[in-house]
């Protein structure tokens, strides 16, 4: 796995998860020694993985994740997800990278930008961060301490496949997301496909502000 330092499992537990509109799973969950950013990353091993696991990689959002916000797609991505990898078998790696890595507090300071009228890259710009700062790095380790040198990959962002490819890991496919609009979310997911080519269909996300 190129030269990326190997990490080795730390712990494993079985949790049963249960969602908010009734759907229940059961998880391994798995914790990890050595990762490279010192972050405390979880994988949750659903399923049968089988050589060729799916596997997501969701980067942490509190607002989403938590308490619903309808301002971006990741909790209902997070719980689609969960249940597609349980039938399939394979791995969520659920990833301390909030805000697309630049942290809570400035993700909140980029939605009152956005609420300005900045698209949610522009909004990072202008506080002088990245549009996306997140590295893959302790993902391809996680994967390597579970033994995951294959996969298909679910996900509708082409950076995580040409990261995880360039750490090693060969991504067989890339299978998308479903599409997942609000009134207050479209404007954001269209940013998503014009400024960094995320495979959703426009046609489906309407004109912005609609």
Do not use: W
């Amino acid at each position: 796995m190129s030269d990326t330092p190997a990490a080795t499992p730390r712990a494993r537990v079985r949790v049963p998860l249960r969602f908010g509109d009734g759907y229940a799973a059961d998880a391994e969950l798995v914790t990890f020694h050595g990762l490279t950013d010192g972050q405390e990353h979880l994988a949750l091993v659903l399923g049968d993985p089988g050589p060729v696991p799916l596997v997501r990689l969701h980067s942490e959002c509190l607002t989403g994740d938590v308490f619903g916000s309808a301002r971006c797609d990741c909790g209902p991505q997070l719980r689609e997800a969960v249940e597609r990898i349980a039938v399939r078998g394979g791995v969520l790696l659920y990833l301390r990278q909030e805000g697309r890595g630049i942290g809570l507090y400035n993700k909140l300071d980029a939605y009152a930008l956005q609420d300005q009228g900045l698209d949610t890259y522009a909004a990072n710009a202008a506080l002088g961060l990245p549009e996306d700062a997140r590295d893959y790095t302790a993902a391809a380790q996680m994967l390597g301490a579970l033994g995951v040198t294959e996969l298909d990959l679910l996900s509708n962002n082409p950076d995580k496949a040409a990261q995880l490819r360039a750490l090693g890991i060969s991504v067989r496919d890339r299978v998308p997301t479903g599409v997942f609009t609000t009134p207050h979310n479209v404007r954001y997911l269209r940013a998503k496909v014009l400024q960094t080519e995320h495979t959703l269909p426009l046609a489906e996300l309407g004109e912005v502000g609609a």
